[in-house]
């Protein structure tokens, strides 16, 4: 369950940085901000005790709604 609500408006005005940042929704859920600009949306998870991530592709390809 999320514990954070992003916004759309918070995915459009987020900034890169010199380093890539996340943007976290909860649940794993968070978007990823590169230094060049390029927003993914990922999922962090474990299997086994050890950590693991999955991409879900670029925002705004793949929208918050989706």
Do not use: E
Request: charged content about 25%; some cysteine; aromatic content about 10%.
């Amino acid at each position: 369950m999320p514990t954070n609500t992003l916004s759309d408006s918070k995915c459009k005005s987020a900034k890169p940085t010199d380093k890539p940042f996340k943007i976290f929704d909860g649940g794993g859920l968070h978007l990823w901000v590169s230094p060049k600009g390029s927003k993914v949306w990922r999922m962090a998870y474990r299997i086994i005790g050890k950590p693991q991530t999955i991409s879900f592709g670029r925002y705004p390809d793949v929208s918050l709604a989706d």
